[in-house]
């Protein structure tokens, strides 16, 4: 079992490097689509740290602390009007023109100056 074996060998290590050619050609694939991978998550997070960070900026750059603001009217209370269809009766806002359940005109346009 020395020499003898090792010179008769030779057929069987043809399959074994086709093998081994075919598991690095797989894990070469694997890893190349991991790095893939990897590069566009990295990409991904520095673009929204980086917009992260722009926002922020610009917030504390370009908008007032609250020094000489004045503050926003109070919203005016908005008054409703009943759909006029007896059966639908759904609450509208009162500048609506058409009932947002039935579809009924709930008031006239109004009419152009001449």
Do not use: K
């Amino acid at each position: 079992m020395g020499i003898d074996v090792l010179s008769h060998s030779a057929d069987l290590l043809l399959p074994g490097a086709l093998a081994d050619a075919g598991l690095l050609f797989i894990f070469l694939l694997a890893a190349g689509v991991t790095a893939m991978a990897g590069v566009g998550f990295t990409l991904w997070a520095a673009f929204h740290i980086l917009r992260l960070i722009i926002v922020l900026l610009a917030r504390l750059v370009l908008l007032p602390l609250g020094r000489g603001r004045r503050r926003a009217a109070a919203p005016r209370a908005m008054s409703w009007r009943a759909c006029p269809d007896p059966v639908c009766r759904a609450v509208n806002p009162e500048h609506a023109r058409f009932c947002r359940q039935c579809g009924r005109m709930v008031r006239r346009p109004e009419q152009l100056a001449a």
